[in-house]
């Protein structure tokens, strides 16, 4: 089953555009986890057996991972065996090489990882995305225009033909024969959303940035949901998980969580 | 002692501008080593000892590592152990990520991983680089313009000032407080080297592109060393690593590393 009609399936299922990001932070552990030797593991299980009917998508950041050594491999690998298979998830790790190298990124995510989507960073232009995109059953999430203020440094300066992210989502929607590419477009930047939409029909957009960042959830679906009513993954990290230190840090997860895939839901049906 | 210090110790050490890439490939393994369950470490480490009076820094790609599992992890942890603490490594993983995140990878790489520098995609702009750049004894290589065909897809495209990776090479240059920043800069195309050094004064570029991708050493050199006859780093991988796939190919790799230094020795003293 590829990435698209996973997630396609997800969306259906659990009436869902929200992802959440499996971003554990040891320090913010609750008290009920932090004191055990697999706690970061224990947490994203917890999380993940709460959420899992809520979501239509996963997606650990390989930072939060790679932070904790080899045994942060092995949490992230446990991490994504106990996703429920019918969730997609997508691997952050926001990868960039060339043809060869980045072959081996893709069987680090794809294979060794076993996740279901990646995010690539475009800089590098045409031949260091191609690899992903031959993966034809996964997605591929390219950066486009990002939530944080450092966009403006590059990603929003004007090129011959517009802006820079412009420039990679129209590169993206060329390169995307296959339709497993996806673009990265943050939730702070809601003016965007209706001309990448435009651009690029039918290519799901994720969406980080509407939790702690702020971002404006209603003009995200008004302007960058697809003719399907879809198109958009939706991600929040702390805003899900760290809304309880409590014994019942799970089920506050569940409550915050339910509460954003609503707010979403109210966008979808009355921008619809 | 910082990233800088050491780098000019080993340039003036082991009078050689040239940094080994140490990606190996398991199906490149010679028969010597390929039996091993440790096939890769061992390889790596045969590499290093053959080479590491004729080099200046080494530089791992993670992606090498990453294909391989949690094994990879382990294995990329044992190599960086194994280069004597006098060259420096350089972690080539092209992170890129936002404040909080992109310090989860600065702990990655500096803390866990233990290298000295690390190449960063600069397309997210100012917050994704500064919490690399705070780690003020660590380097980081800003991917500049790069040795590959992709790199005409956007680092070469005309900006209001210039192209794209001119703008992040004036960017860097105001970015580099510490002085620990630098410039991955490919070998493919040297006609850019002037004008970047011309841009970013003391500042060190990595170079790929010199072996297999037959980029033109004397141009590099001429255009692109520092006043004090260096500030360059040009990176050789496949051409040292895969000599010879017979018994004695760390001597093979050897003899390749000491051609090319003195290939780059030649050109910085006609160039003088």
Same mark, same amino acid.
């Given at each position: 089953?590829?990435?698209?009609? =996973?997630?396609?399936?997800?969306?259906?299922?659990?009436?869902? #555009?929200?992802?959440?990001? #499996?971003?554990?932070?040891?320090?913010?552990?609750?008290?009920?986890?932090?004191?055990?030797?697999?706690?970061?593991?224990?947490?994203?299980?917890?999380?993940?057996?709460?959420?899992?009917?809520?979501?239509?998508?996963? =997606?650990?950041?390989?930072?939060?991972?790679?932070? #904790?050594?080899?045994?942060?491999?092995?949490? +992230?690998?446990?991490? +994504?065996?106990?996703? %429920? &298979?019918?969730? %997609?998830?997508?691997?952050?790790? =926001?990868? &960039?090489?060339?043809?060869?190298?980045?072959?081996?990124?893709?069987?680090?995510?794809?294979?060794?990882?076993?996740?279901?989507?990646?995010?690539?960073?475009?800089?590098?232009?045409?031949?260091?995305?191609? %690899?992903?995109?031959?993966?034809?059953?996964?997605?591929?999430?390219?950066?486009?225009?990002?939530?944080?203020?450092?966009?403006?440094?590059?990603?929003?300066?004007?090129?011959?033909?517009?802006?820079?992210?412009?420039?990679?989502?129209?590169?993206?929607?060329?390169?995307?024969?296959?339709?497993?590419?996806?673009?990265?477009?943050?939730?702070?930047?809601?003016?965007?959303?209706?001309?990448?939409?435009?651009?690029?029909?039918?290519? %799901?957009?994720?969406?980080?940035?509407?939790?702690?960042?702020?971002?404006?959830?209603?003009?995200?679906?008004?302007?960058?949901?697809?003719?399907?009513?879809?198109?958009?993954?939706?991600?929040?990290?702390?805003?899900?998980?760290?809304?309880?230190?409590?014994?019942?840090? *799970?089920?506050?997860?569940?409550?915050?969580?339910?509460? #954003?895939?609503?707010?979403?839901?109210?966008?979808? *049906?009355?921008?619809?």
């Amino acid at each position: 089953v590829t990435f698209r009609d =996973k997630l396609a399936a997800a969306v259906v299922h659990n009436r869902s #555009l929200l992802c959440v990001g #499996l971003d554990p932070e040891p320090a913010r552990l609750p008290a009920a986890v932090a004191g055990r030797d697999d706690g970061v593991l224990e947490f994203n299980r917890r999380i993940v057996d709460a959420t899992c009917d809520l979501v239509c998508a996963y =997606k650990p950041n390989f930072a939060f991972y790679g932070s #904790l050594g080899s045994r942060g491999w092995a949490t +992230l690998e446990a991490t +994504l065996s106990h996703i %429920p &298979s019918s969730v %997609p998830t997508i691997l952050d790790a =926001k990868v &960039s090489d060339i043809g060869n190298t980045a072959e081996h990124y893709a069987r680090m995510a794809f294979d060794e990882l076993g996740a279901d989507a990646l995010t690539v960073n475009p800089y590098m232009g045409r031949d260091a995305v191609a %690899p992903f995109l031959a993966r034809r059953d996964k997605g591929v999430f390219l950066l486009c225009l990002t939530s944080n203020p450092g966009a403006a440094d590059f990603e929003t300066q004007a090129g011959a033909d517009g802006p820079l992210y412009l420039r990679v989502a129209q590169q993206a929607q060329q390169w995307n024969q296959a339709g497993n590419a996806g673009l990265v477009v943050g939730a702070t930047r809601p003016e965007a959303f209706s001309e990448l939409r435009a651009l690029a029909p039918g290519m %799901p957009f994720l969406v980080p940035g509407v939790g702690a960042q702020g971002g404006d959830l209603d003009a995200v679906v008004r302007h960058g949901r697809d003719t399907d009513g879809a198109g958009l993954v939706i991600n929040a990290s702390r805003a899900v998980l760290y809304t309880s230190g409590g014994e019942d840090f *799970a089920g506050a997860a569940r409550r915050a969580a339910e509460e #954003l895939r609503a707010a979403i839901e109210r966008c979808r *049906a009355t921008t619809g």
